[in-house]
């Protein structure tokens, strides 16, 4: 079995134009939200590594035909790379952003398209095997369940113009899909700087219609900086059925995890540099505990030779307490999150052959979640509770449907057409003084979309897309509380893109691409508030282009780059800070890169170097307090293949013992100074791999 086929190949059956544009119309009744592959020579895809193919035409939509910034990442490339948490490995995708915390179980993630990741806009929809994997806030911890040996693949979506999900779409989604059936199995060793301990286990058992998959994950580590110590345990299982003529198939998948580590906390910018590894004497008791599950249900099925339908249904647990205190003259908190979310996705794909047609595709879709959330807050000293500051439990109802066709009149040129539609419900409770409030009434959130790609030639596919997707707040500031004269509306986010994907070769491979995206009237988080609640930003622009290429010179050899210039700007400012007219959002470097090469020097040795960068930011929307944040890492590696089955690596991070850092400007009466979190330095890892 492919590890990661999930569609039941079909032949096409034949109807007249006028049937399907008929089919076009009663679509818009709800149906799915998916993943899919109906794929045509164009598409702006680039793929780096190994990634299982799927052929044949069946089961839903796939990323392939979202005709926007797609890149996917193989297997190959991901599991050795020497990282901590899996959203690291995230840095070989074009134009993604990483943001290093390195505060215990709240260790960073990921952003692109000019959104920051300091969590006041969350702008990412995580889904892990096709599972919405994103905390209420639209925070990701789900992704750290996930070790690198067990992913198959990493996909990550650039855009507003993919219709299948809704919340946290903002500026795109990321997944990842881990691996599926076959019968070997893959054991990971790894010891390294820092005392890091890092043992990976993932085995396939494939039997007749039967498949099962299991993978065990536990590292540990000292950390670099003091008082940083943390241990992390997952477990994940998988068992599929298929029917003989494989006309359907259902599965089961559950993960566990688990997570205690302590937080090393914020530093002086003067302390940072001169001691980068010391940690506070207040940050003496800070610390976090963490365990996520996740549990789902998955059924493909073929209902007729051009009809699929594929669904899921999902639980997820998120519960996690964490002490911290950002400055010495703060007080310590104690912050708990205990969410639980219910969900189903379903989506209905309709692949006639139509008449005068190249090909021709239909697909309905439709989800739910339900979550309830429980926030609490307390301030401690030295984990003793001193005074609760914050009791709060709510709901949220999220339904969303969508419609996409995928119309090829001929076979150079690709038209998606796309509609989405969102309605949220919820009701809030505060437990300290008693209030009750029903969410905003945000209406249908409408969200059209529309995608097209050209291809005159093999050798290149022009595409461009236009869509919309949609913001509204998350934790209390969904709400309609006290403090609100009116019901808040969604911040709408309109954008585009142009680009080229090119192959003019077979050694070389890459796509240029110019984008935009306008908020009409964004919000973000109060991240240090008691009550949760949000504040406007106003009209903002955001605004780049990426370049990425691919170089094969030699069967030996490979090069890889990647560049990505953005700009952000606040239009019409919030009205409470008007300084902020023309300034630029926090957090958002105008420049990220990255490049990599590899050499097979010798049947058994592979050597790679790497390096990845960004320049500095603001620390907020006034842009005055200092730019910080800037970057080179420089890495090496060398695997070394002792046997067919066995292989021993030494990977080198930041081998120049670059100073960088996380920093962010605490505005609190009593603090008022930036506050800065130094980035590991030089650090060398050695691992042993064995395939069976």
């Not at 000292?222 to 345990?233: F, L, V």
């Not at 969604?490 to 984008?515: H, L, M, Q, V």
Request: glycine fraction near 8%; aromatic fraction near 10%; charge should be negative.
């Amino acid at each position: 079995m492919n590890p990661t086929d999930t569609t039941l190949p079909l032949p096409l059956a034949r109807h007249s134009a006028p049937t399907v544009m008929l089919a076009c119309l009663f679509a818009l009744t709800p149906l799915s939200q998916a993943v899919a592959d109906t794929r045509s020579p164009g598409d702006s895809v680039v793929t780096l590594g190994a990634v299982s193919v799927v052929a044949g035409q069946a089961g839903p939509l796939a990323s392939h035909n979202i005709l926007s910034s797609v890149d996917v990442l193989g297997a190959d490339i991901l599991e050795k790379q020497p990282v901590q948490y899996s959203w690291e490995l995230f840095s070989r995708a074009p134009g993604v952003m990483l943001t290093q915390f390195n505060q215990g179980t709240t260790s960073g993630k990921l952003s692109f398209r000019g959104f920051n990741g300091e969590g006041e806009v969350n702008a990412v929809k995580l889904l892990i095997d096709g599972i919405p994997s994103n905390t209420n806030d639209g925070n990701m911890p789900f992704i750290d369940m996930v070790f690198p040996l067990e992913i198959d693949s990493i996909e990550v979506v650039r855009g507003t113009n993919d219709p299948r999900y809704g919340l946290h779409n903002i500026a795109g989604n990321a997944s990842i899909n881990t691996r599926q059936g076959g019968n070997d199995g893959k054991l990971r060793l790894r010891y390294g700087s820092f005392d890091t301990r890092e043992l990976q286990l993932v085995k396939g058992v494939e039997d007749g219609n039967w498949s099962q998959n299991y993978s065990f994950s536990y590292q540990g580590s000292e950390g670099y900086r003091d008082h940083a110590k943390a241990e992390r345990m997952s477990f994940a299982g998988k068992w599929f059925y298929t029917a003989d003529d494989d006309a359907w198939r259902a599965g089961l998948i559950a993960r566990h995890y688990t997570a205690d580590a302590d937080e090393a906390g914020y530093l002086s910018r003067a302390d940072s540099r001169e001691r980068p590894r010391q940690s506070y004497t207040n940050n003496a008791t800070d610390t976090g505990e963490r365990e996520m599950n996740q549990l789902s249900l998955h059924l493909d099925a073929n209902l007729s030779q051009t009809l699929s339908w594929a669904s899921k249904a999902y639980v997820n647990t998120f519960e996690d307490r964490r002490w911290t205190q950002y400055w010495r003259t703060s007080s310590q908190q104690e912050r708990y999150a205990d969410e639980t979310q219910y969900g189903a996705l379903s989506s209905l794909t309709w692949r006639p052959e139509v008449e005068h047609l190249h090909a021709f595709a239909l697909e309905g879709g439709a989800e739910v979640q339900r979550q309830e959330n429980e926030s609490l807050r307390y301030r401690t000293q030295q984990r003793s509770r001193v005074a609760q500051t914050r009791d709060q439990q709510f709901d949220l109802n999220v339904y969303g449907t969508y419609v996409q066709a995928v119309i090829e009149p001929t076979d150079t040129l690709k038209i998606i057409p796309a509609y989405r539609v969102d309605k949220l419900y919820g009701g809030y409770v505060n437990g300290l003084s008693g209030e009750h409030a029903d969410v905003n009434d945000y209406g249908l959130i409408k969200q059209p979309k529309i995608s097209v790609v050209y291809s005159p030639w093999e050798q290149a596919s022009l595409y461009a897309n236009w869509g919309r997707s949609y913001q509204v707040g998350v934790g209390s500031a969904a709400y309609r509380l006290a403090t609100l004269s009116d019901d808040l509306k969604p911040s709408i986010n309109d954008g585009w893109e142009t680009g080229i994907k090119f192959k003019p070769a077979a050694w070389i491979d890459g796509r240029i691409a110019y984008w935009e995206q306008k908020a009409s009237d964004e919000v973000q988080r109060k991240l240090n508030d008691a009550v949760g609640d949000a504040e406007n930003v106003g009209k903002t622009l955001r605004k780049g282009w990426d370049l990425q290429l691919n170089l094969y010179p030699t069967d030996a050899s490979s090069l890889w780059l990647s560049y990505s210039r953005q700009f952000s700007e606040i239009l019409e400012p919030n009205p409470n800070l008007p300084a902020s007219k023309g300034k630029e959002m926090d957090h958002v470097p105008h420049h990220l890169y990255a490049a990599g090469s590899t050499y097979q020097l010798t049947p058994e040795l592979e050597l790679s170097a790497w390096l990845n960068g960004q320049s500095d930011y603001y620390l907020e929307r006034t842009n005055s307090t200092g730019k910080f944040g800037n970057y080179v890492l420089l890495n090496l590696g060398a695997v070394y293949q002792l046997t067919p089955t066995l292989s021993v690596d030494v990977q080198a991070k930041n081998i120049t013992d670059r100073y960088y850092e996380y920093a962010w400007y605490d505005d609190s009466a009593s603090v008022q100074q930036s506050l800065h979190a130094a980035g590991d330095g030089r650090a060398v890892y050695a691992g042993l791999t064995l395939d069976f």
